[in-house]
C-alpha cells in the first residue's frame, strides 16, 4: 500500500462552515460545492429570510438537514453569525466572508458619497466585523479557513465604480494583514479574485453591450459561471490548500493583466 495515499484534501466531512451572502450568486453556488464535498453543517448568512428560504427549498432534504439559514446585515456588529455557528454546531472551521454589492455606474465626480459610505459599509466593514467575530472563535480552537471574495477590481481600476473598486481593493488588503495576524495562531485567511460572473450583481450592467464588452476583456472571450468560483473557494477552504495564507486567487478567465 502506497504509504502516501490519505483520504482525499478536497474533502469537507467533518466541517463546519459560514458562508455570508449565501442566498445569491456566487454564495449560494458556493452552498451546492461544499454540500457535494461532504460538509457537515452550513450556516447560510443573508439580508432576508425570503432570500434564504428560497435558497434553502431549492435543496434535497438531506441536503437541507445539513444547512440553517441566518439572517444578518453584515455591516452590522449586531448580527453574530459566527457565534450562532459555534451555537448550533460547537465548531467554525470555514469561514467564506462574500456578502457585497455594487452600485449603479458612474463616473467619481458624478457619484454621491451616500453610495461610496454604503459599499464601504457592506463590502468592506461588513468583511471586517465578519474577521473580527470569525478570527475569534477560529483562533481559540487554533484552527480555521477564512476566504475573502475582493475582485478582479481589487487588482487594477475600475473606471465608472471607484467606490466598488476601492472596496475590494480594501478586503483584499484586509485578507493580507488578517494573514500576518491570524496565521501564526492556526487560521489560514486568502482571497479569491473572481473575474465578472454571471450572477444577479452584474444585471445593471447587462445594458446594450455592457456583458459583451466585459466577456471580451477575459482572456477566454466570456463570462465566468459562479460554480467555477466556487470551486476555488473550495480549494482555499479545504485541507487541499493548507499551505495557504495570504494567497490572491484569480479567477477571472485571464482579465486581470496585473496584480
Ligand atoms: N458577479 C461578479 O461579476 C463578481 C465579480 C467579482 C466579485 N464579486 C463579488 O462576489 C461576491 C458575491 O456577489 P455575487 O456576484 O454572487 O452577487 P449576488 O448579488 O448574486 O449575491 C450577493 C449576496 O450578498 C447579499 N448581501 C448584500 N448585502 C448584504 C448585507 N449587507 N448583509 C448580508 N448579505 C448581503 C445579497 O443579498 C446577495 O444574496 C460579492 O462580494 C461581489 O462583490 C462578484
Known amino acids: 500500500m502506497n504509504s502516501e495515499r490519505t ?16 442566498a445569491s450568486g456566487i454564495g449560494l453556488a458556493t452552498v451546492n460545492v461544499f454540500l457535494e464535498a461532504g460538509i457537515k453543517g452550513i450556516l447560510l448568512v443573508d439580508q432576508t429570510q425570503e432570500a434564504l428560504d428560497q435558497a434553502l427549498d431549492n435543496l434535497s432534504t438531506e441536503e437541507r438537514s445539513r444547512c440553517q439559514g441566518f439572517v444578518a446585515d453584515v455591516s452590522s456588529e449586531r448580527n453574530d453569525y459566527a457565534a450562532r455557528a459555534v451555537e448550533i454546531w460547537g465548531q467554525l472551521d470555514i469561514a467564506v466572508l462574500n456578502a457585497g454589492f455594487c452600485n449603479e ?13 454604503r459599499i464601504m459599509q457592506v463590502n468592506a466593514r461588513g468583511v471586517f466585523l465578519g474577521l473580527q467575530q470569525c478570527g475569534k472563535v477560529m483562533i481559540e480552537r487554533k484552527f480555521g479557513s477564512i476566504i475573502i471574495t475582493s475582485s478582479q477590481l481589487g487588482l487594477q481600476g475600475s473606471p465608472s465604480l471607484s467606490a466598488y473598486g476601492a472596496s475590494k481593493w480594501a478586503v483584499r488588503g484586509l485578507a493580507l494583514t488578517a494573514a500576518e495576524e491570524f496565521t501564526p495562531m492556526g487560521v489560514r485567511v486568502n482571497s479569491v479574485c473572481p473575474g465578472p460572473t454571471v450572477t444577479p450583481l452584474i444585471d445593471n450592467l447587462k445594458g446594450g453591450d455592457g456583458w459583451s464588452r466585459m466577456a471580451d476583456l477575459t482572456l477566454m472571450k466570456r463570462l465566468g459561471q459562479p460554480r467555477e468560483i466556487a470551486n476555488a473557494i473550495l480549494y482555499l477552504a479545504s485541507d487541499a490548500a493548507s499551505f495557504c495564507s495570504g494567497t490572491t486567487l484569480k479567477v477571472d478567465g485571464g482579465y486581470a493583466k496585473f496584480g
Open 7 to 22: 483520504s482525499n484534501p478536497f474533502h469537507l466531512n467533518s466541517k463546519i462552515a459560514l458562508i455570508t451572502g449565501a
Open 105 to 117: 455606474p458612474a463616473g467619481i465626480i458624478e457619484t454621491d458619497a451616500k453610495i461610496w459610505d
